[in-house]
């Protein structure tokens, strides 16, 4: 028997090692943080005006329903945005408080904060694109409520998928190529923890950017579209949106409302997303 010595070598940079870290934890804060800013403000503009009553209002105002819903969603966002940086920024400061204070001797961790300048920039213009999109998929949701009680149980779904699909960038193996790239909210927490470990590609980001502002615009003229229904509008809250329907209301010819689509959609979404997910998982 012969005995064989050897060595473990790192050959990451201490850059490299706490980007790793940072890819890991930044992306799911990121989209907690923006989902839960986006959440109520969609709710309190679309089923809070009716529920105050403000709504009928609203719509005698000289401008087109693009116009109104481009002004909601454009508020939704901001707020979104603002909210997010601030939780991030404060979480951000209390880890390196506590990073500072663990460093003992010789075991302490030297990197430059100044080689996450770009993956910074970019984690920017992420959680800007993340925003419009999060803010569309709520505002779209909880047009069709009546109430604000009734718009948090439609958010309620949505809370989930993007709760399931933040944590993306921590499971081992799971590549930003291919169709991963055009999935929302994986291909951006995806995207984060690649640029904090300095990969860059120009094609993944401009895929992942434009294909997120293209699900938000279809969003928002979906939306403009609904605004124009008073039928989805002023319905009761289950009015505009019908699964299950007596055979006896029936008509012939009869082809399914925006409101049974925009539903159906959400649904297979949904479950498409959750499938992905437990593949991803289980493999």
Known sequence: LYSVAFETEDSASAEESVGSIFGYVIPFLMVSSILM???YPAIDTT???KERGTLETLLTLPVSNLELIISKFLATTTIAIVAALLNVLSMGLLGGYFFQSMQLGDSE???SLASYIPAILLTLLCAVVFAM???AVCLLVCIFAK???EAQNYSTPIMVVF???GMAGMIPGLELDGAIAFIPVINICLLIAKLFVFEFDINVILIVVLSNVLYSLIA????????SSESILFSDGSEGIRIIE??????????PGMGDVLLLFSILLIVLMLNFIIIVLVI
């Open 37 to 39: 800013g986006a959440m």
């Open 47 to 49: 089923a809070g005006e």
């Open 109 to 111: 961790v030297v990197f």
């Open 133 to 135: 999109f999060a803010s």
């Open 147 to 149: 109430s604000f009680k």
């Open 163 to 165: 709760m399931l699909s």
């Open 220 to 227: 928002v003229v979906i939306m403009s579209r609904v605004f």
């Open 246 to 255: 007596k055979r006896s209301d029936m008509k012939k010819n009869q082809i």
